[in-house]
């Protein structure tokens, strides 16, 4: 199905986001789900086809460009996005009292750090998050340690969910297994989903060497593995 282009929006000097709006005819305020793209900087395109989708099933989407390689690892404009999607939200008819924080790759790792720290206030938690195929024994930039270090010994404070590729050759499945055993073994409210495809096809994607970037996928299987994340995502929200 072809959806309209996202509306974007500034939220940080030179720095934008997209707005993917529900689906014409959603009932009332949208669940909202801020998400965060990869190592690559400025890559919210990459997320356009998952963003697209998500909204289809009745959420409100933002995407941020952010850079990775910034001198604090890209903390900053994280927070930034992540203070701006809380305080816009109901502007765009979303629901801020329902609000998951989601990533993929690089940007998974973050998503889960945030949502679960001690650290993050209260203000900006999210209700649940969504981790995308991403490494979770790593340290955060944004907490300075790696969630699968402090949700080894502490409940996760939201629910989480948890979606890797199977067939994942960048960042490989055990990494999420080794996250959702820890979780499970504290006792906290987690879900994990295998799907079978790669790193990119579990966001609607493929890697183009030509581009030196993911782009759209086109092929049935990638699409409906991508179409299982978007699901996944709406389950986060509370629609399904």
């Known amino acids: ?5 996202p509306e974007v929006v500034p939220y940080a000097d030179g720095r934008v986001l997209d707005v993917h709006r529900p689906a014409a005819g959603a009932a009332g305020p949208a669940p909202v789900v801020l998400l965060w793209h990869g190592s690559g900087a400025d890559e919210r395109d990459v997320l356009r086809p998952l963003a697209q989708e ?7 989407v933002l995407v941020p460009d952010f850079d990775p390689q910034a001198a604090d690892g890209g903390a900053a404009e994280l927070f930034a996005s992540l203070t701006v999607a809380r305080r816009v939200a109901s502007g765009f008819g979303g629901d801020p009292a329902r ?4 990533g993929w790759s690089w940007g998974g790792r973050e998503a889960v ?3 679960t720290h001690p650290s993050t206030p209260a203000e900006l938690r999210p209700t649940a998050a969504v981790g995308i195929a991403s490494r979770y024994a790593d340290p955060a930039v944004t907490t300075g340690d790696a969630p699968l270090d402090h949700l080894a010994t502490n409940p996760s404070p939201v629910p989480l969910w948890l979606v890797h590729g199977a067939a994942d050759d960048i960042v490989g499945v055990e990494h999420t297994r080794l996250l959702s055993a820890a979780l499970t073994k504290r006792m906290s409210a987690v879900r994990s989903l295998e799907l079978p495809t790669d790193h990119a096809g579990v966001v ?4 183009s060497p030509e581009a030196r970037r993911c782009v759209p996928a086109t ?7 991508g179409r299982r994340t978007a699901a996944v995502l709406a ?3 509370g629609l399904a």
């Open 204 to 207: 609607m994607t493929r890697y």
């Open 219 to 225: 092929d049935a299987d990638t699409l409906a593995a």
């Open 113 to 115: 750090a945030v949502a």
């Open 235 to 237: 389950e986060a929200a």
């Open 99 to 102: 609000f998951v924080l989601a």
């Open 1 to 5: 199905m072809t959806r309209s282009a």
């Open 54 to 60: 998500a909204a289809g099933l009745g959420l409100l």
